[in-house]
């Protein structure tokens, strides 16, 4: 069974300023690694996934994540943070189970944005 | 291109009445089907999965049942609710594969 750990349930940047938020997972077998953003009161949104290839991986909105199978880490990072990134964000580890996949996802974490 | 809608966007309830809530899919077929719950604190909680019409897998007992009428539709549903029902739903919509698309969600408010 898979299960993921999100370091840090807020985290406060400055404007312009890196983001860097931290997830770690632990799955039996090679994971599907996601990101979703979620804006207040909406629904999840894909920022990025990470399935075979490339380890690092680009998403919407200029964000990006490294696969780090040595580290069983997938943390999100964008170099200059916009107030529009205010949200919180979500990471998940996919697995397949009897007949579907199933997503665990982490407890989330609150970015907030200073001007 | 797919959405999912859901409604009501929100609702109050009191005690003891029942629920339903619908998600619908568009512009997929036979998609695989997810409640979510996300309650103050908790993160997300799969509560149902459907791979097909008629076929509901739950994830965790409790007072809630889904159902799937039609091959694009979800219906979440209770005969009581309780208190600790209070939260935001969200259905998501997959097409059998690693990723999962979320509906805008449901605020449910149980007093």
């Known amino acids: 069974a898979q299960s993921v750990t999100q370091l840090g349930s807020h985290v406060s940047v400055s404007e312009g300023a890196l983001v860097l938020l931290r997830c770690n997972y632990s799955s039996s077998v090679p994971p599907y690694l996601f990101w979703y953003v979620q804006y207040p009161n909406q629904g999840l949104q894909l920022l990025l996934k990470?399935?075979?290839?490339?380890?690092l991986v680009k998403g919407i909105n200029g964000f990006e994540a490294e696969f780090k199978k040595s580290e069983t880490s997938f943390h999100l990072t964008k170099p200059s943070a916009h107030m529009s990134d205010a949200a919180e964000y979500f990471c998940a580890v996919s697995e397949y189970g009897s007949n579907d996949y199933k997503l665990s996802f982490g407890a989330g974490t609150t970015v907030t944005v200073r001007a | 291109s797919q959405t999912i809608h859901q409604w009501p966007a929100t609702l109050v309830q009191p005690v003891g009445s029942p629920l339903s809530l619908e998600c619908t899919v568009e512009?997929?077929?036979?998609?695989?089907l997810y409640w979510y719950r996300q309650a103050a604190g908790r993160g997300l909680q799969l509560l149902f999965y459907?791979?097909?019409?008629?076929?509901i897998s739950s994830e965790v007992p409790q007072n809630l049942s889904a159902s799937r009428p039609q091959d694009r539709q979800f219906i979440l549903s209770s005969k009581k609710l309780l208190l600790s029902d209070s939260g935001f739903y969200l259905c998501a919509w997959s097409a059998g594969g690693d990723t999962q698309y979320f509906g805008p969600g449901t605020r449910l408010t149980v007093l």
């Open positions: 459907s791979v097909g019409i008629g076929q």
């Open positions: 512009g997929t077929s036979n998609p695989n």
């Open positions: 990470y399935t075979t290839g490339a380890t």
